[in-house]
């Protein structure tokens, strides 16, 4: 029986269904967490082989003393993994230390985690980024946006999500900023792109071939419903775009993905923009070596009428999957920011579309920053019903 390590298995809720199929696979699950056990809920606790709590995840030396005990108990660890972009670098950084070689390890950190890094792989799958300065002085960023113009956006260059990210749009909005920022946090500050986030994820088995693909799109940037409180919508594709597949798959290839579940992310461009294409043509974002964040996963199975849970953990076991792919639609994410005054209340959505609506409840506090505060998931056939229902549940009373 192979062992495998999942870290923070009760972190995001729903990563409980990722331990569910690898215990179903035959693998041994053992869960390192900072919940208390008898907190875990009764669909984790029956997914797991053995749960080891650690006072903080935050702990290197904790978390290293929880792995070398599971180690003496069970024998050699072959997979450690947590899914979640927090603890990408302290995942292969256990990897390496352990000598588990099934995922990243220190020496590929960089560019998968660093956006500046990220930049150069892009390129060799044949794909435009935008220009870009490493932050250092006042008078050298003023320098770069008087060659590319403003606005431009700036952001830790190993960051998570949105996170202290800046768009700024004129030389006192970049005064701010150098105020503003962390002063011992590297910074990237790029160009702005004028285009629509189009997401490639997929599945990946350890020849660097997917078992599974979709994509989402982002009319609106996680950057500025973060910074301006917004309301959050995306939805899954019914249809992967051949482009998209094709970008997503030359990436693959250049950043040498191997047995991962991924979520990559282009611009879409919504107007010709020089030095990157026309309208219409993908630009290059960031890699995510990990699943799209929050309930996506559920959303990719409620648009494909599959089981990606299940999928990757084939993937872990088998290398394969045999997991079928239904019916295609569209899956809408649809969040709700606390404080607004919604034309429709809940019991309205419910009334009309409880037929397509798939999950509505609260979002997590330390999601709802990037995700609103009262999310609803809802699927249609057609593109046509998806916009009529985000216009309807996201519409406010005149005035807000």
Known sequence: MKNFIFISPNFPANYWMFCRELKKNGMNVLGIGDQPYDELTQDLKDSLNEYYKVSSLENWDEVYRAVAFLTFKHGKIDWLESNNEYWLERDAHLRTE????????????????????????????????????????????????????????????????????????????????????????????????????????????????????????????????VNYSDNCRFYILKELPDDTRAAGRATVKSFGVKSRFIHFEFFRLLEDQEGLGKKGQLVALEVNMRPSGGVTPDMIDFAHSTDVYKIWADMVTFDCSTMPVGEHAYCGYAGRRDGKQFVMTHEDIMARYGGQVKMAERVPDVLSGAMGNQMYVAVFPTEEELNAFYKDILSCREGE
């Open 98 to 225: 352990f000598h588990i070689t099934t995922g990243f390890q220190d020496e590929d950190m960089p560019r998968v985690k660093y956006k500046s890094k990220m930049k150069e792989f892009y390129r060799k799958a044949g794909l435009p980024v935008a220009r870009y300065h490493m932050v250092d002085t006042l008078e050298k960023a003023r320098e770069f946006t008087e060659k590319v113009g403003y606005p431009v956006v700036a952001k830790p260059d190993n960051g998570v999500g949105a996170s202290h990210t800046f768009k700024i749009g004129n030389d006192e909005e970049l005064e701010q900023f150098f105020r503003d920022k962390w002063p011992d946090t590297i910074y990237i500050m790029e160009e702005f792109v004028k285009g629509e986030v189009n997401s490639y994820d997929a599945i990946i088995d350890s020849n660097g071939e997917p078992l599974f693909e979709t994509g989402n799109i982002s009319p609106i940037s996680i950057m500025d419903i």
